[in-house]
């Protein structure tokens, strides 16, 4: 099986920033990566990938305040996320695969007013 963990998520004040990260146990984000999330009640939306030639697109809610970055050597992939708002609260899931896809369990961020 392949393993993706999120990390970094939490509670934050608006206008603050936190820093996510997805580690795999093998290669899975050369190819193609992203983030994902889903708030209660609602379904889940993407927030940002990236490709594997490193051209990114973002959901018009987050464009200009997240940034989807990878180190493929150590296969991780991060979500900075900052200005956040409290409609940023949501699980947020990261996903990669060659092949296929693979998911994370989520990471919760809460963002309070």
């Known amino acids: 099986q392949v393993q993706l963990v999120e990390s970094g998520g939490g509670l934050v004040q608006a206008g603050g920033s936190l820093r996510l990260s997805c580690a795999a146990s093998?290669?899975?984000?050369?190819?193609?990566a992203g983030w994902y999330r889903q708030a209660p009640g609602k379904p889940r939306d993407l927030v940002a990938t990236?490709?594997?030639?490193?051209?990114?697109n973002y959901a018009d809610s987050v464009k200009g305040r997240f940034t989807i970055s990878r180190d493929n050597a150590k296969n991780l992939v991060y979500l900075q996320m900052n200005s956040l708002k409290p409609e940023d609260t949501a699980v947020y899931y990261c996903?990669?695969?060659?092949?296929?896809?693979?998911w994370g369990k989520g990471i919760p961020v809460t963002v309070s007013e």
């Open positions: 996903k990669g695969g060659i092949r296929r896809d693979y």
């Open positions: 093998r290669s899975i984000f050369t190819i193609n």
């Open positions: 990236i490709n594997s030639g490193g051209s990114t």
